[in-house]
């Protein structure tokens, strides 16, 4: 029986991308911006409702850049939560400022905003909530936070692509929300990301930092470096972005089909529902205790491997535990985003997941507390 991955990429139809990008041979026009990387900005500006977004080649230095962006002294401190992919903490040490680690809520794992005005500091100069597995942060208490403090808000939407929320995207929350486009996400661009924002005065910075400062072919006048988004996966991402309504709706029939299986199920614990909230279904996590269950995460997780079943410890370990981080950060400070890490476990998701692949991972965590 052919194994089953935690994800697949979704990819159009091979003649469709082959046409996509045709005309590249004759331009022979492979990156810097050019028109396909144009078309595909155009289109997201458009689809999201924002008035700009900065391309990347990746998730991660579009955070790095736009954290830089915001001109932060360096050593500042910024609120987070380490129950997240490593890129979210990462990006703000390699930035030069000091990650602050909030708890998370245990019912949708974003930042428990009831804990977030007991961190700050005169030091403090923005927070850094993380949209985990597409479900929403509390947007309206992080705005208030924020305003009442003086402090500017970078999402981490990495997860939540084409996410909305009361009827907005997500991407036009906060003063900016960067988008992963890799290969293992909702929507991609073979690899990429982006940053969606709405002061102008960032426009130049975030160029200036992802394209070595350049102005003109004899003006150099920023130290930046080189992030650009070429133009196949630009063109992936034209694509891709043509089937995506199609995409989630196929994934959302999937994350259905698990939940009619699981849910009630004593010592397994689902993802709440948000009803303001339009899903991307971008991830099934699911949280096993072994007191009520019988079997523990890492029951589960072994005995899916063992039939040929790939799911995910994600997130774990939680980021302020790295060894990267030794001695630096205490995670036992975060106590349920800690709890959690060791029970939660993401099951296969992708748009063509069959409903009998569902029912057999169904069976073998049903069986695994009999």
């Given at each position: 029986m052919d194994k089953i991955l935690v994800t697949k990429s979704s990819m159009p139809n091979k003649d469709e991308y082959l046409d996509e990008i045709s005309d590249l041979w004759n331009t022979h026009w492979l990156t810097n911006m050019g028109t396909k990387h144009k078309q595909f900005q155009t289109?997201?500006?458009?689809?999201?409702?924002?008035?700009?977004?900065?391309?990347?080649?990746?998730?991660?230095?579009?955070?790095?850049?736009?954290?830089?962006?915001m001109d932060f002294p360096k050593g500042s401190e910024i609120i987070t939560t380490p129950f997240t992919f490593a890129s979210t903490t990462h990006a703000i040490v390699r930035s030069g400022m000091v990650p602050v680690f909030c708890d998370i809520n245990p019912d949708d794992y974003t930042i428990d905003v009831s804990k977030i005005e007991s961190l700050i500091t005169d030091k403090t100069v923005a927070i850094l909530p993380v949209h985990v597995y597409g479900n929403i942060c509390d947007i309206e208490a992080i705005e208030t936070i924020a305003k009442q403090h003086g402090l500017r808000v970078i999402y981490d939407a990495a997860h939540a692509f084409a996410v909305k929320y009361k009827g907005v995207d997500v991407g036009c929350f906060g003063d900016a929300s960067m988008f992963s486009f890799h290969a293992t996400k909702v929507f991609n661009t073979i690899e990429g990301g982006a940053v969606c924002f709405r002061d102008d005065n960032l426009v130049q910075k975030l160029n200036d930092l992802k394209n070595f400062g350049i102005h003109g072919p004899e003006s150099v006048e920023y130290v930046g470096g080189n992030a650009k988004m070429n133009e196949f996966c630009a063109a992936m991402g034209?694509?891709?972005?043509?089937?995506?309504?199609?995409?989630?709706?196929?994934r959302k029939i999937v994350t259905e089909r698990y939940r009619s299986h699981l849910e009630g199920i004593s010592g397994i614990k689902l993802c709440v529902v948000n009803p303001d909230t339009v899903s991307n279904y971008a991830y099934f996590p699911v949280q096993f205790d072994k007191e009520e269950f019988g079997y523990d995460r890492d029951d589960v997780f072994n005995k899916l491997a063992d039939n040929g079943i790939g799911a995910r410890k994600y997130f774990y370990p939680i980021t302020n535990s790295y060894d990267c981080y030794k001695d630096k950060f205490d995670a036992t400070e975060?106590?349920?985003?800690?709890?959690?890490?060791?029970?939660?476990?993401?099951?296969?998701?992708?748009?063509?997941?069959?409903?009998?692949?569902?029912?057999?991972?169904?069976?073998?965590?049903?069986?695994?507390?009999?």
């Open positions: 289109e997201l500006e458009s689809r999201i409702g924002v008035p700009h977004v900065a391309l990347y080649c990746n998730g991660h230095l579009a955070l790095e850049n736009i954290i830089e962006a034209i694509c891709n972005l043509r089937h995506l309504d199609d995409e989630i709706s196929k975060t106590p349920i985003a800690l709890e959690i890490s060791r029970r939660i476990l993401t099951l296969p998701l992708y748009a063509d997941l069959s409903f009998d692949d569902v029912d057999r991972i169904c069976e073998l965590i049903h069986s695994s507390n009999k």
